[in-house]
């Protein structure tokens, strides 16, 4: 939208350039060069864009200078300095160019300054706030600005009447109607510029903010009515034309908001498509709004009004739709272009000012509107508050009404209207401008520098930031609720009535249409503050435990006594040919020791801190798509582990696994299937144990469950490249698992108790560990780990295993012996072997199929992949890990048809 | 306190008979007769439930639950009147001339809170327990949470305002996790002034 304004904002500035440019271009355009010109200057061709460029440049630079210091900026609103740097430049153009130029242009500043001002406050406007106070904000802004228009243009026509106006001020009562029907709204822009620096609470700012946006439509039907009586003359105005400017003012407003919505609704309805073009979204968000807006002024309705409904209406919608990283990116550019909006805004507005040629000067008229716009603003407010408050739960007291008056700023939008007057329609026109001028430089800057400590001496009540929890979202869903249900009661169809009623139907009828199946779940809040919350721990814990990963984590008191090959075997073992273990979950009875528990935390610290090696740089250049890049992953699996640990914390409360027994079970096998290949299929080398445990119908389950799963979660990833649902997804499994680690150290029965350094092992904490991880990795299969952060975690995992392997300490604790008998005939861990079986990925899968025992792979890969991340970088020195990924899924799939 | 009000304090010793003209509980006893349908001179569990909104909303069983505490099968006008005065907002005058020795009104800050309490805690032992806590979330996050993410949600929240650290939250513990929020205006409803 800034590049397709540039060339527009230029226009009217390039003719003024033309003066000086022959200064600047030497040569160019004289005779024609008589050869290759080596050197060619042609400022012409660029001169437009150019100078809007470094007008902005200049603003912005200007803006970096303000904050450089705080104390400037504490004190003084950044709208007031730009607008004296705008004065100052001004008049330094004036000095130089010996005529003013670069003014603010309505055109310019209705078409492209306003829209990115307006489309940011309406998108990011509270819009429950904003609902809540809805009347209050509607009478301000409707009755509010007629009232103000009026009274302000009759008694300036009075003290004209008076004598105390000049006479070469030739305006009649219609005149002084218009402009006080265009100095009389308050200004969005100015004030969204002060009150975001004040902090006033959320109720007062929402009212004053509120009514200067949605007072546009008034202000632009009062000035448009008043503005054709002007034209026709006072004494061709037929009554009719007066209940037609009533009734303009109806169909402006309401058609304004109309446009808004019906925009609103293509937008959030074009979002849903965009599944497979995410780059676009941001722009269809621009491009949709900047539409509506262009629209409603085409049909002279209230385009400000279009612009906000369509903002406010459609961000629920399209915040679900488009992808977590379109949503940052409309969010900055749209931020960006306000800023940039309304710094050009302010500056133009000064260097506007120090044209002398536009205006002239009345001291009666300009002292008697200051006096009038303030004296009616703090009247009007007054008078409506006490007919409000009759109506308000919650009454506005006297300061607030004293913010409110005296928050009424006027800006650019007054000075454009003004400059849009006729001069030979309206006389006196010039006056009128130099009292805008005065109006607008007095409330910016005046009221702007004194608001603040006003607020402060007043003791209004500041808004406060707390961090939301789930128990204040649950219980505010259910105040809303219960408020909702009363009204019912009592058979008053109040506001919590009409609330809850549309509340409904947006569920039943509109999100559905609006929003993409997968995109649903975010959408409900108390999962989406569960979910933040979550990512704000996991992320605090993760920055403590790092810490302890690098200093206790490689200090382990047991780090010498470092073997346990069989015992990571075993586990292997056990758990591959479990998978009809879950019957076995119930079966083992082992009291876990001291130790053993200090070992499951270290683990379950390791697999939280762990998450930080990861690799950064992913050379991408495609256009269309963006990459998941380390933070989003990194955020993802925070939140895994997050959850993970969390049931870990709450699993001495899970005893009520039952009902979803059957399902983790087979995703488990299903996941090892996918590691290695299907372990039914075990051929040679070793022969798979303990089978009694597995009968045949559980290995048919298994096949099943995978390939459903399999295509589930493909699907599920496709569809949702953004990740959010994925996540969720993952989490469940994650969750899942954790019930099955639960379960493995809550439920003792004993009944069939496999061996017994197995037995041991599965009890073991990071048993439920590794089935995670595996499903890490699965989905992460490019992590690499740096060299002396590997080394650290062999050790303390060894360490780890060594520590935790009850019955079985005395034999692996020597190390580098042979493993002990009942692990004789396991696969070696890889960190020990110099074989690496990664390889295997690489090949197609018939040869995988043909060349490699099934049983190995079965049994190693799982820990392969536990231990992927350390071994990352070695082999993307074969392959890189998105080819593994894409082969791992191949023999995945045949795995699953076996 | 002008006419308008009605008086709480005096109303559960007042027979149930018509109230003054021109009072607002005058409107809530036209209310009461309507939702009564045959005449009966109490409400019974029945003639809530069909109010059609009060069906679809998630907590209006428990609403309905409300009016009828220990077990009664029917609620008077007076009793009706009770339970709706939760809800009256809180006058800032009141306070400052409330009679110490007299109860703590209906609309109080702690009583708002009791009220909601008790639509949680639902086997009345003055804690909500995990379980507790799971249904009322189940009621009111959107069928498209799992019911493991609900789980978790339900362990967190339950967590979050646990401070002995027994996995439930008592009253004590449920206002302490609200006592950021404005309770007198969010559970207030203006026309029952």
């Known amino acids: 939208m800034l590049l397709a304004s540039l060339p527009l904002l230029g226009l009217p500035l390039a003719g003024a350039a033309t003066t000086e ?93 306003l829209p990115p001002i307006v489309l940011d406050s309406g998108y990011f406007m509270p819009s429950r706030l904003f609902f809540d106070n809805l009347g209050a904000i509607l009478t301000y802004a409707v009755v509010g600005t007629l009232w103000n228009a009026f009274t302000t243009g009759a008694a300036l026509w009075g003290l004209q009447q008076a004598g105390l106006v000049a006479p070469r001020v030739q305006a009649s009562l219609l005149d002084f109607l218009l402009f006080g029907s265009l100095i ?120 400000i009004l279009a612009v906000t409904m369509c903002g406010l209406g459609c961000k629920k919608y399209v915040e679900a739709n488009i992808s977590h990283k379109s949503r940052t990116a409309v ?125 402060k001496w007043l003791k209004v009540k500041r808004s406060e930031h707390h961090k939301p929890t789930l128990n204040q979202e649950l219980h505010e869903h259910t105040f809303d609720h219960i408020l909702a249900a009363v009204e019912d009661v009592v058979g008053h169809h109040g506001y919590h009535y009409w609330r809850d009623r549309w509340e409904q139907f947006d569920k039943k009828y509109l999100s559905q249409l609006l929003m993409r199946r997968s995109a649903y779940r975010i959408r409900d809040q108390i999962w989406d503050v569960y979910y933040r919350l979550n990512i704000r721990d996991a992320i605090s814990f993760v920055d403590q435990g790092g810490h302890v990963l690098s200093s206790t984590g490689l200090t382990l008191p047991s780090m010498p006594s470092r073997n346990s090959v069989a015992e990571t075997s075993v586990t292997n073992l056990l758990r591959e040919s479990g998978s009809g273990a879950c019957l076995d979950l119930q079966v083992i009875d082992t009291v876990r020791s001291v130790r053993d528990r200090e070992d499951a935390a270290m683990h379950h610290l390791l697999c939280g801190g762990l998450y930080k090696p990861r690799r950064r740089y992913k050379a991408s250049c495609s256009r269309h798509f963006i990459s998941e890049d380390a933070q989003e992953r990194q955020d993802k699996e925070i939140f895994q582990q997050n959850m993970k640990r969390r049931l870990e914390s709450f699993k001495s409360t899970k005893h009520n696994i039952c009902f979803n027994k059957s399902k983790p079970r087979p995703r488990k096998t299903g996941r090892k299937k996918k590691d290695g290949l299907a372990n039914t299929e075990a051929t040679n080398g070793k022969p798979l144990r303990d089978l009694g445990f597995q009968d045949t119908a559980a290995v048919i389950l298994t096949v099943e469950s995978e390939e459903e799963e399999e295509s589930d979660s493909s699907e599920t990833e496709k569809e949702d490249d953004e990740g959010i649902i994925f996540v969720a997804r993952a989490t469940s499994e994650v969750l899942q698992e954790g019930k099955v680690s639960g379960s493995l150290e809550v439920c003792p029965s004993p009944r069939i108790i496999p061996p017994s350094p197995t037995c041991a092992e ?137 | 306190r ?11 010793d007042a027979p149930p008979g018509v109230p003054k003209e021109g009072t607002d509980l005058l409107r809530l006893y036209h209310r009461f007769r309507a939702l009564d349908r045959n005449k009966k001179g109490y409400l019974s ?25 220990d077990g009664n099968l029917r609620v008077d006008f007076p009793g009706f009147v009770r339970v709706l005065a939760h809800f009256r907002p809180v006058d800032d005058d009141d306070s400052g001339m409330r009679d110490p020795k007299q109860p703590e009104p209906l609309n109080s800050r702690m009583n708002k809170l009791r009220f909601v309490f008790q639509l949680y805690d639902l086997d009345r032992d003055g804690k909500i327990s995990r379980h507790e806590m799971l249904q009322v979330l189940r009621l009111m996050v959107g069928v498209q949470v799992t019911e493991e993410q609900l789980e978790s949600i339900t362990d967190r929240t339950v967590q979050e305002a646990d401070e002995d650290g027994d996995g439930a939250v008592s009253f004590l513990e449920f206002t302490k996790s609200l006592e950021k929020m404005d309770i007198e205006q969010k559970m207030s409803i203006r026309i029952l002034k």
């Open chain 2, 2 to 12: 002008g006419p308008r009000h009605f008086n709480l304090e005096l109303l559960p």
């Open chain 2, 45 to 69: 569990r029945v003639d809530l439930q069909q109010i059609g909104a009060l069906a679809v909303n998630p907590l209006g069983e428990r609403i309905i639950d409300s009016f009828f505490p």
């Open chain 1, 762 to 898: 599965k009890e073991l904490p990071w048993k439920s560990g590794q089935g995670d991880l595996a499903v890490y990795v699965s989905s992460e299969t490019t992590k690499i780990v740096p060299v002396d952060m590997q080394a650290g975690w062999n050790q303390s995992i060894s360490s780890l295993e060594s520590l935790a392997s009850p019955p079985c300490t005395q034999a692996p604790t020597m190390s580098r012996l042979p493993p002990c008998p009942l692990a004789a005939e396991e696969p070696q861990p890889p960190f020990d072997l110099p074989y690496d079986p990664r390889p295997s990925f690489a090949f197609p899968p018939s040869l995988a199929k043909a060349g490699r025992s099934r049983s190995e792979s079965s049994a190693d890969i799982p820990q392969q992949q536990e231990l992927q991340p350390l071994m990352g970088h070695e082999d993307r020195t074969h392959l890189s890990p998105r080819t593994a990924n894409s082969h791992w899924c191949i023999q995945f799939n045949k795995g699953g048809r076996l």
């Open chain 1, 331 to 455: 969010k900055y550019t749209m931020k960006t272009l306000a800023s940039c909006a309304e710094t050009v805004i302010f500056m133009l507005l000064g260097i506007s000012a120090v044209d002398s040629s536009k205006w002239a000067w009345d001291s009666g008229l300009v002292l008697g509107t200051l006096f009038f716009i303030l004296f009616f603003r703090a009247l009007g407010v007054v008078l409506q508050t006490w007919v409000l408050n009759q109506f308000r739960l919650v009454p506005l007291d006297k300061i607030d009404q004293v913010v409110m008056s005296y928050g009424g700023l006027r800006g650019a939008v007054a000075f454009a209207l003004v400059i849009l007057l006729d001069r030979t329609k309206v006389p006196a026109k010039d006056y009128f401008v130099a009292t805008t001028i005065v109006v607008v430089f007095f409330t910016v800057i005046v009221q702007g520098l004194t608001i603040k400590p006003l607020v």
């Open chain 1, 184 to 303: 009389s709204a308050v200004d969005p822009v100015a004030v969204l510029a002060v009150f975001e620096e004040v902090h006033v609470n959320d109720t007062l700012f929402i009212i004053v903010f509120g009514e200067s946006l949605l007072n546009d439509a008034v202000t632009v039907v009062l000035y448009k009515v008043c503005n054709s009586f002007v034209e026709m003359g006072s004494a061709n105005v037929q009554a009719a034309d007066y209940l037609k400017g009533v009734a303009s003012l109806f169909v402006v407003s309401l058609g304004g908001a109309a446009v808004g919505l019906v925009f609103a609704f293509l937008l959030a309805l074009t979002t849903r498509f965009t599944k497979r073009v995410r780059i676009i979204e941001p722009l269809l968000v621009f491009l949709l709004a900047y539409a509506a807006y262009l629209t409603a002024e085409m049909a002279s309705l209230s385009a």
């Open chain 1, 21 to 113: 440019a022959p200064t600047q271009e030497p040569g160019s355009s004289g005779e024609p060069p008589p050869g290759l010109a080596l050197f060619r200057w042609q400022w012409h061709e660029v001169e437009a864009p150019y100078l809007v460029a470094l007008w902005i440049l200049v603003a912005s630079l200007a803006k970096i200078v303000f904050h450089l210091s705080r104390k400037v900026t504490s004190l003084v609103p950044e709208s007031c300095l730009l607008i004296l740097l705008g004065l100052v430049l001004g008049g330094i153009v004036l000095a130089v160019a010996k005529k003013a130029e670069y003014q603010l242009e309505p055109g310019t500043f209705f078409l492209f300054l």
